[in-house]
């Protein structure tokens, strides 16, 4: 009989013991969901070639557990930048709408940063977009383009996103004028001194207000080498780009 009530005792302590602690542990912390990702395309990516060309982006960011979206340019990036930015208005006031989300996060490649900055800057964008990382963007032009220009009768034949894209080019002006940087968006910019086609690759940065990162790839991985188009792909520069999503400093993994 005593055996019997010193099990119960202590069978009724172990409870009690497994109920305060229960009690006293704090509440897990809750992680923020992550927000829609919208890869802008650049130059000549309009769809359904975007929706290819940037698979391997968009599967890297889905394994991480984002929602990714790819936005192609209005008419494969030769229309005005304004009517891309309108578009892409639309495209990602559709994410917000599916998913929930209030804010999404833009990474524009070459021509989709100047995209993602007019969208931001002209079109609400500013309260739309938590995070905008630009990839190779050629946000103060590149010769490339005035050299274009040159060559295609003095106006690059017509074509408003060669025209846009050279330095010193009305848009160009228009788009820079004054803050960088538009609102609370965090701003990070990935560069290469390999990059063929922004000359110079300087042009991929913006000035900083307290909200912006500019990160040339060799200056932390001096031997990598990734040009304008493999930008885009290159496993170091994603690594970069999931600190910029995480609003962390950048470290890229080399």
Known sequence: MR???????????????AVTATA???AEAQTPPKDPVVIVGGFLTGQPIAGIF???LADRLRADGYQAYIFGPVDFGLADIRTSAAALNQFVDGVRASTGAQKVDLIGHSQGGLTSRYYIKNLGGASEVDSMISLASLHYGTSVANLGAFLLLGNCAGIAG???????????NEL???DDTIGNVAYTNFATIWDELV????SGFLRNDGNNTNVTVQ????FRYVEHVGIAFDATVYSGIVDALRHEPIRLSC
């Open 199 to 202: 000359i110079p690759y300087t």
């Open 3 to 17: 055996r019997r009530f010193v099990a119960a005792l202590m069978g009724a302590v172990t409870l009690l013991g």
């Open 24 to 26: 006293a542990a704090p």
């Open 176 to 178: 820079n004028a004054g």
């Open 219 to 222: 200056a932390q991985c001096p």
């Open 54 to 56: 940037y698979t391997g």
């Open 162 to 172: 060669c025209e846009q894209m050279r330095i010193g080019s009305s848009f160009l």
